[in-house]
């Protein structure tokens, strides 16, 4: 099992990298588009200020792997998952409506953490 709480963990943290590469404009989608305003539009952050949130998306997404991999080794990192799941609903919500996806992901997660204990433990 808790090989599978991995491989989700760690698809949910690349998930995090298009909240990276698009304020860097390193990759255009069409359903994330370019732009600097944050909470659906009502705060303009500016082009650097988007940035440090595209850099804040990747180490979100970043920490997913590396919690990943103390599951796979066996390591108890539960108090680690819950922790990331609560700084990525918060982004969820800072890139809304875009980043909406992942609250559900975020949702799915931790129901399986709460109906699983064992998922994040040896």
């Keep these: 099992m808790r090989f599978i709480l991995a491989a989700l963990l760690i698809g949910h943290g690349v998930a995090h990298i298009v909240g990276f ?3 860097w404009k390193l990759m255009q989608m069409p359903e994330m588009p370019y732009r600097t305003t944050i909470l659906g539009g009502m705060i303009d952050v500016g082009d650097a200020g988007i940035r440090v949130i595209g ?3 990747l180490s979100i997404g970043l920490a997913f792997v590396v919690v ?3 599951v796979v080794a066996g390591w108890s ?3 680690a998952v819950f922790a990331l799941l609560a700084l990525s609903s918060a982004f969820c919500v800072i890139g809304w409506p875009e980043a909406r996806i992942g609250l559900i992901v975020n949702a799915a997660l931790l129901a399986a953490l709460l109906a699983l204990p064992e998922l994040a433990r040896p």
């Design 21 to 23: 590469v698009v304020p």
């Design 77 to 79: 990192m539960r108090m």
């Design 68 to 70: 990943a991999g103390g």
């Design 55 to 57: 850099i804040l998306w």
